[in-house]
């Protein structure tokens, strides 16, 4: 064979192997897949360790002889077809799998906001996807998702997240179902609305300190909020919690250790930096709870300890503690940045909020900006296979009940893609149709307290600021879900001022 037809053959070969490569490297490079991993722990390592492997096996096989590299080209065209036969929406009929693709290495789920609606409409409301390997049969609806929640609440488990091995007994949204409800009772039994109430004036003074100080630090390019913004959630419930004064030097030394343990920010930690931090702040923590027990300031510490005279000694207890600020402060914090950008998005609205000050419209600006963007999807994993509206759910998949698309349900809620907040004029919605902390035994403790905070910085912000956007972009997905641009910028001023 001459020397020419032979070198063809091994680029083409060549080629081949790389070409099969290219959707997962396309993966691998995605900001948004890169984001998703950052609370996974030695994921990004052994991703990149498996893509110089296999760069490296490419090279290899590009100084062997043909007919291993043409075995090997071979061998990767059967594996590429094998994936496209599986990423075909019809995959899996015979066996009852409902529709929809299992593409392995797609991106729209953090690419496109509006995929899993796409989906629905093309498939039904129950349909099943890829995201990065996993198989999902997503389900949109709340009623239905309610429905599923009640008849096979047995067969589902709560899949943690890496942050959970951390906290000796779990964290408590992923805790098996009795200790679950022991923690649950004893926490809910502290995080009362009362506590909530009494609160509002230490919230008012957290919000007052956040936008002075963006006030003070903006200029005519604007500032990012986000970092003020969990500032304020973060010491606001640091402060709650543990029955903190204002300048109390826990506070700080508390503020400086949550970068470190942030569960967005894992993989780019050491485990060993990790814990002692953990461990510092459970140890700050504790302190504080002792302390509680003869001050005078309400705090959940104090409900805790008057409930179990040990709650000090329960490091499963102070993880838990430590983590509901974490998770419930960046949530927060970031509900906070959805409002602001709705608000720039919609200045009718904001102009309202500037000329009443309303509490009740900042609370229905709150709730409509849930409904729209800031909604958790709720994922269990299925332990025995289940049967979904006459589809098959195999053991070991995942099933996601998207809240928020079921948000955008015109049967429920009328114009969905419509910014209204007067929506939430009058009586509540059902639980069947609004469900912006979650579905079944594992909704969140803290609704009352993210509502108050919300609404405590709203308020004063509508009331004695101006701020308009000087810089803005697409959305993008971060760790855990959508979040307005990373350009997003606001200057701001005070009126006082």
């Known amino acids: 064979m001459p020397d020419t037809v032979l070198i063809v053959l091994r680029l083409v070969a060549l080629a081949v192997l790389a070409g099969v490569a290219w959707p997962a490297l396309r993966m691998a490079a995605s900001t948004a897949f890169r984001n998703r991993l950052g609370a996974h722990p030695g994921l990004p390592h052994l991703i990149l360790a498996a893509i110089v ?51 392995a290495t797609s991106l729209a789920l953090v690419e496109d906001h509006r995929h899993l609606l796409d989906q629905a409409r093309l498939h ?95 200029t005519a390019t604007g500032i990012d909020p986000a970092p003020h913004l969990l500032r304020y959630t973060t010491r606001s419930m640091l402060r709650l919690f543990l029955g903190l004064g204002r300048d109390d030097p826990m506070l700080g030394k508390a503020l400086a250790l949550y970068p470190v343990i942030a569960s967005a920010n894992l993989s780019r930690r050491t485990r ?59 949530d927060t914090a970031d509900l906070l940045l959805w409002v602001l950008k709705e608000l720039a998005d919609h200045p009718d609205q904001a102009a309202e909020l500037g000329r009443t000050a309303d509490p009740g419209l900042a609370r229905r600006i709150v709730l409509e900006t849930l409904r729209r963007e800031q909604s958790e999807y709720v994922v269990r994993r299925v ?65 009352s307290l993210v509502l108050a905070l919300a609404t405590d910085f709203l308020t004063p912000l509508g009331g004695g600021h101006d701020w308009r956007v000087t810089a803005d972009g697409p959305r993008v997905f971060g760790s855990f879900h959508w979040m307005p641009s990373r350009r997003f910028r606001l200057a701001f001023s005070s009126r006082a001022a």
Not at 409 to 425: G, H, K, Q, T
């Open 53 to 103: 492997g296999y760069a490296g096996v490419v090279l290899a096989l590009a100084m062997a002889p043909l007919p291993l590299l043409a075995v090997a080209a071979a061998a990767a065209l059967v594996v590429a077809g094998l994936a496209h036969w599986r990423a075909r929406p019809d995959f899996g009929r015979r066996r009852g799998l409902p529709p929809g693709s299992l593409a």
């Open 124 to 218: 039904g409301p129950v349909f099943k996807i890829g995201r990065f390997g996993q198989k999902i049969v997503c389900v949109q609806g709340l009623e239905r998702c309610n429905a599923l929640l009640r008849r096979h609440g047995d067969d589902l488990v709560s899949g943690g997240l890496p942050f959970d091995r951390l906290i000796p007994g779990g964290f408590i949204r992923y805790m098996p179902p009795d200790r679950h409800a022991r923690y649950r009772r004893l926490l809910a039994g502290a995080l009362t609305p009362e506590l909530v109430r009494a609160g509002r004036p230490l919230m008012a003074e957290e919000a007052a300190l956040a936008l002075a100080a963006m006030a003070g630090q903006s």
């Open 272 to 330: 060993k930096r990790v814990s002692a931090a953990l461990a510092t702040l459970n140890g700050l923590f504790a302190e504080a709870i002792r302390r509680s027990a003869s001050g005078s300031s309400p705090s959940l510490a104090a409900g805790l300890v008057a409930a179990r005279t040990d709650a000090p000694d329960d490091p499963t207890l102070l993880g838990n503690l430590v983590y509901m600020i974490e998770t419930g402060g960046r």
């Open 383 to 447: 332990m025995r296979p289940i049967t979904v509206e006459g589809y098959t759910v195999p053991a070991g998949w995942l099933l996601r009940f998207c809240v928020r698309e079921s948000h955008r349900d015109p049967a429920v809620f009328a114009d969905p893609e419509r910014f209204d907040p007067d929506r939430f004029l009058g009586d509540p919605p059902r639980a069947n149709a609004y469900a912006p902390f979650g579905l079944g035994v594992h909704t969140c403790l803290g609704r």
